[in-house]
């Protein structure tokens, strides 16, 4: 296969540089820009001295289609909107990082993202490429609009119970912490480092653009549930995203029921760990992989479930997910080039 | 005063140096220790060289008695319930920052502590620390129970909602996070730098000891609440706590006047600061002095209330907040040797 | 005393504010910008709420002459080359931070800094702020040029033994480590906190503007040193520097002989300190403190001295050295102010 | 091959596990233990759920023998000197991660290490495994003792200007600097996250186990070489490490011929990279990687030359660089399983 990035000077486009050069069926890489052709990758990227060569190019429908096979766009908002139609229309498969794709009424984009939706009709054909709960379709797909990093992590601990109502549907709140990564690569107040370090942040309170995602799945598989409260934090390192989840349960239960659940939904998963009984994830237990390790327990005193969904926001949470994506879409093994033992300390 | 110190070696303790050092109203102060007597205190902490010259002292009634006049015990677990009550009875104040006069249940105390209690007629004698909720008894009390860190965050973040009975008594969710020092000084592999840098995990699931501690005073302020949902995380940073908490309004309000409720209840507490409209705190905002700062605001979509409380866990969570108490026993303005700007960045 | 601040809004300044709200001399603090009048010092600032309320003033020359008695430039290249001229002519002391008036010689400004050079008449007028060794001259300075935090670290550490001339003139290397604080507060590639955090950086080789600084010193010093290796790297954290330095001896010695030359040297500094036998210091150590601690061994193999030099780079290395410089121009005791005990841990 | 780790517990064992797992050529990994036998290695870490399940296994000579082809050790110091032998006379190609058998003179050994040296019959059958310079010996060996990490970083930094002879022999300073991960996994006060974090620390002031080591090498290479000054430092990140080396050029040079000498030096090499005119390497640009970068420059001021040298200290200079011996004494190309993009950020 040949595969074209779009946006490789940002984390997710690294990712896929890192993630790709190890993937055994990808053979050519090129790399694309809307705004730096002409710039070497390694002029953005020195640790791919020696590894990867390219300049970035332009982007041409004619060059694009008969250079590679499948485009990634690890793009900011809006480029994909742009570019996805023709770039699909042109026979290449499309997989999009961005969130340009996600939401599939206009209306709700525009209201949490505060800029124009992509057209409807874009919209419509891109499959949403949660590969654990959505892989038929992504099967068959052309477009994969790749889940964000906060979803991705909160949709695989949620869906288990959700899915089998056994919780009450209005008690769901998210406290999200998320490594500095997921802020993308351009300087700013807020990710300064003096700022950051020895600092806990929390951030854009009851407004983020990944609770109407993440309230469209649940909605999907359990139709009482309408809103959400998910709120994300910044922690002082670089990767990794711990999601809290509380929810009330409908009946009283127990931690081994609670296991044996999610052990049953995920047994077929390679790329989803339930902890075993007392075992609960930290974030770097994940590093620099696919996986999503998840604990669960339950309070009798509160009738809460706690649930502890952790994963690599530039893997699992993004580029790794977009390649699972990938592997399905083409046939490959699911865990092909990504069977990466996490990085450890 | 003359004041001493027993357990100098700790984090509570070196902060206890740190603060009293500028204290216009403290003239000696003597180091006391059940477990490390004869070493100068220079050996443990370099950073008080050419500051603090003493030898750690063994702990004799007499001659705590005739050296100082008021005692703080930043100690281990037993400690306190072991020489509390001789300090007290020997005429001196007694400032106690651990956990072991807190709960007034002792059977509550053993089942979370999983140790003894201290004596029912001691622990009846101690007066909760909090000031801004509790300072008259404090005026008058012989013997202080210093509030744990998280439920300092905790009951300021929460006790105008509560007190005023604004919320669903059985929805309270606290999800607290802190830094690396509340776990004191003794390495252990939770806390090896290799294993928490660029780390973030979550620890005592339902498990923790201060759980009790915020439930004994929400009930005493509320009725009818009996059990939260408290889960403490550790984030890689030496200092800071941060509580989100999530609380169901009974009837629907906004933020403005949430935010008068608060601005009404601290308005003469010279350590909590309301944040302006939109503005919530980071920890970093009062790295190094007694400060709690809180934003608040309401989610019309999920009618919930969400309170952001931050505090510096060694300052006004423990040897800050011991100084607010030792104040206010005798009658110095409650601010004195307080009035720090917080450091930053 | 009135005090003026140049510059609230960078880091120097909110150290500053920090520093001089607890002094017991100054009564009031004016805050100027020459690019953002009329922001409150709280919009750039939340963690000075309910401390510091002042909006920020533009710069007159005459308003400042009736408002203020003494002006602190806290501010980016050229500001003081542009203003300190005529502060100090309308009768205000003038305590400039910044690197414009610290070399005289304008060639070797313009070359190191890339940049036209203050006036000569005005660098003549000012007084090198290194307390420690140029004390007489500060007292009856008008205008004080206060040292850059590389040079202050480097020359603390390195006076007795080029004073004395034990050294090879030509054997200093100084290997100097930072943090990000030192950078500033705006943000940048270099110091946007995914790139900067676990991960190590140099800088700068051989073109660091602090070089020539303290090259000139030394000079003076000892006639014999003209050039010296002098080479800054960038740490994961916020504040703290040390300066490894290496020297070779010219005749042996040993460490107790070298500890006795700097504790003689320094014995009546209050701000200076010396550490024991085997013992070096941790940049934590001195950690938003005014002190500069210093360790020194000697190795028979190699016949080379090794000092160890830290300090709080925004302390000690900016504004605490500028109050300490303000102290002695204005016959406070030196110490005023600034006897804070390190924050640790 | 099958293959066999004693130590994997330990940071080098666990990055044994995560890079053998992608060694196309490794169908078997055994784990034993001298002291955990019996534990299943995913308590220990739990990053390697679902991947590796194995019980740690007592050492027995006659097990090891008919179960593995290979053995790695990456044992705390003794472990090697009482094993090796045995292991390697049982026809087990044996690649020693410790410094058991570095250092050919016993009484060196003893002087530095403080204690007692493996035999000198087993140390002359252990080979050098610096790769770079060492390959021939390499291809040969039954057993290699791999290099510090210290030492990796450092030699291939000096190696071509020492072989060339262009540095004057008696002005090697290398000041290196590394992250806590070098200090190995049991906790410890230095390693504790609170006291290390927000922290920089020097540490065994030249008195370092890897000074005789690099010793030895560069008198190899160069008779007239007999002591340099090498002085190890803490910094606050996890993996990396950076030696900034300082060596006085005997005649005038410039940073193109520099760069020429180390590029002909290298230009075979896959795991060598030099940087390009005016760029020096960071930490994190190998981050995870077992690549060493190097930086070069001559300040024509001071006649000296500054090399930089990066790697991480867990991969190049621990048990990516056993792979790298591995590869060659089995005949495999150099580079297998080892073709890792560093993780960025």
């Given at each position: 296969?040949?595969?074209?990035?779009?946006?490789?000077?940002?984390?997710?486009?690294?990712?896929?540089?890192?993630?790709?050069?190890?993937?055994?069926?990808?053979?050519?890489?090129?790399?694309?820009?809307?705004?730096?052709?002409?710039?070497?990758?390694?002029?953005?990227?020195?640790?791919?001295?020696?590894?990867?060569?390219q300049t970035l190019k332009k982007i041409h429908i004619d060059s694009v289609k008969s250079e590679v096979d499948t485009v990634f766009l690890a793009t900011p908002p809006g480029v994909s909107a742009e570019w996805s139609a023709a770039i699909a229309d042109a026979g290449c498969q499309v997989i999009d990082l961005s969130g340009d794709l996600r939401l599939e009424d206009p209306a709700t984009y525009e209201k949490w993202y505060k800029r124009k939706s992509a057209p409807v009709?874009?919209?419509?054909?891109?499959?949403?490429?949660?590969?654990?709960?959505?892989?038929?379709l992504i099967k068959k797909a052309k477009i994969?609009?790749?889940?964000?990093?906060?979803?991705?992590?909160?949709?695989?601990?949620?869906?288990?119970?959700?899915?089998?109502?056994?919780?009450?549907?209005?008690?769901?709140?998210?406290?999200?912490k998320s490594g500095t990564s997921g802020a993308g690569r351009s300087p700013s107040a807020i990710t300064h480092y003096s700022e950051m370090n020895e600092n806990f942040k929390i951030y854009q309170i009851n407004t983020h653009k990944h609770v109407p995602e993440i309230e469209q799945i649940l909605h999907r598989w359990n139709?009482?549930?309408?809103?959400?409260?998910?709120?994300?934090?910044?922690?002082?390192?670089?990767?990794?995203?711990?999601?809290?989840?509380?929810?009330?349960a409908i009946k009283q239960t127990n931690e081994k029921e609670l296991r044996e659940l999610y052990q049953t939904a995920y047994q077929n998963e390679c790329f989803v760990r339930i902890r075993p009984e007392g075992q609960f994830p930290a974030t770097k237990e994940v590093y620099g992989s696919n996986y999503c390790d998840i604990g669960i327990t339950y309070d009798e005193r509160t009738g809460r479930i706690t649930v502890v969904s952790v994963i690599d926001n530039v893997v699992k949470g993004a580029s790794g997910q977009a390649i699972q994506n990938f592997n399905i879409m083409n046939g490959f093994e699911e865990g092909t080039g990504l069977n990466i033992v996490p990085m450890y300390p």
């Open positions: 296969m040949r595969v074209g990035i779009i946006g490789a000077t940002g984390y997710g486009g690294a990712e896929l540089l890192r993630l790709l050069n190890q993937h055994p069926h990808v053979e050519d890489i090129v790399l694309y820009s809307s705004s730096k052709e002409g710039m070497n990758i390694q002029e953005s990227y020195p640790h791919v001295s020696e590894i990867y060569n009709s874009l919209i419509k054909n891109a499959v949403y490429g949660l590969p654990e709960w959505n892989r038929e994969i609009s790749n889940p964000g990093c906060y979803p991705t992590a909160t949709l695989l601990g949620l869906a288990p119970l959700v899915q089998k109502g056994l919780i009450d549907e209005d008690s769901i709140i998210v406290d999200a139709k009482d549930i309408s809103t959400i409260t998910f709120q994300p934090h910044l922690v002082p390192m670089v990767r990794g995203i711990m999601a809290t989840i509380y929810v009330k």
